[in-house]
C-alpha cells in the first residue's frame, strides 16, 4: 500500500530538548515536503526536498532542520524546540511533476 | 510569489443544499490545483485535483474545474450531507519556475453542515 509514515504521532516535550520527527514513504517519490498547520493560518511549508541530497527553505524554515540522505526518509529535526514550535506537522511527497501528492497522517507536538 | 485564496468561512448548511467554496490563484504558467479535505482530528485527503487548463475534477459528488481565464478551481457539491462537515483546502503546485517544488495552500474553510 502507497503511504507515507510520520513518526511520533503525539509528542509532549520541554523546550530545548532536540527531537526528531522521521518521515518515510515507499512509492519512491522524488520530492518530499515538511508543513506546519496552526489555527488562522493554514498549512505553511517548512521545507522542502527535490531528490536526495538536495534540499530547499519553505515559508517558515527557522528553528527546523532537514535531511535527504536517501530517498525514501525526510526527517525533521528540531534543534531547540520553543512553544511556538507547538503546531500539527505533516510530511508529504510526490513524483517528480506534482500531480499527486500524498501526505501523512500528521505529528501533533506540543512544546511546553 | 505564488498564493491562493480561499472563501473565508466557517461555511454552515444545511442538508442537502449546495455548495460552493471559492479558490483563486496568483501563478505563472499553468500550476497542478488541487482540494484537499481534513475531518476532525484526522490528516489531510486528496479530494480531486486538475492539472490543466479546462481540466475537471470530481471526487464523491464533489467538481472543480480549473479555469485559466479566471485563475480561479472554486469546489461545489449539488447535496451536502452531515459527514461532508470537515475543512477544505484549496492548494497549487507550481508548473516550473524559481517556486517549483513549493505547494502553496489557502487557508482553508470550514463547512459545518446541519441535519
Known amino acids: 500500500e502507497a503511504q507515507v509514515t510520520q513518526n511520533p504521532r503525539y509528542l509532549i516535550t520541554v523546550t530545548g530538548k532536540k527531537l526528531t520527527v522521521t518521515c518515510s514513504q515507499n512509492m519512491n517519490h522524488e520530492y518530499m515536503s515538511w508543513y506546519r498547520q496552526d489555527p488562522g493560518l493554514g498549512l505553511r511549508q517548512i521545507y522542502y526536498s527535490m531528490n536526495v541530497e538536495v534540499t530547499d527553505k519553505g515559508d517558515v524554515p527557522e528553528g527546523y532542520k532537514v535531511s535527504r540522505k536517501e530517498k525514501r526518509n525526510f526527517p525533521l529535526i528540531l534543534e531547540s524546540p520553543s512553544p511556538n514550535q507547538t503546531s500539527l506537522y505533516f510530511c508529504?511527497?510526490?513524483?517528480?511533476?506534482?500531480?499527486?501528492?500524498?501526505f501523512g497522517e500528521g505529528s501533533w507536538l506540543t512544546v511546553v | 510569489g505564488d498564493s491562493v485564496t480561499q472563501m473565508e468561512g466557517p461555511v454552515t448548511l444545511s442538508e442537502e443544499a449546495f455548495l460552493t467554496i471559492n479558490c483563486t490563484y496568483t501563478?505563472?504558467?499553468?500550476?497542478?490545483l488541487f482540494w484537499y479535505v481534513q475531518y476532525p482530528g484526522e490528516g489531510l485527503q486528496l479530494l480531486l485535483k486538475?492539472?490543466?487548463?479546462?481540466d475537471k475534477g470530481s471526487n464523491k459528488g464533489f467538481e472543480a474545474t480549473y479555469r485559466k481565464e479566471t485563475t480561479s478551481f472554486h469546489l461545489e457539491k449539488g447535496s451536502v450531507q452531515v459527514s461532508d462537515s470537515a475543512v477544505y483546502f484549496c492548494a497549487l503546485f507550481p508548473a516550473g519556475g524559481t517556486s517549483y517544488g513549493k505547494l502553496t495552500f489557502g487557508q482553508g474553510t470550514i463547512l459545518t453542515v446541519h441535519p
Open positions: 508529504a511527497s510526490s513524483p517528480s511533476g506534482g500531480n499527486t501528492i500524498y
Open positions: 501563478a505563472t504558467g499553468y500550476p497542478s
Open positions: 486538475a492539472t490543466k487548463a479546462d
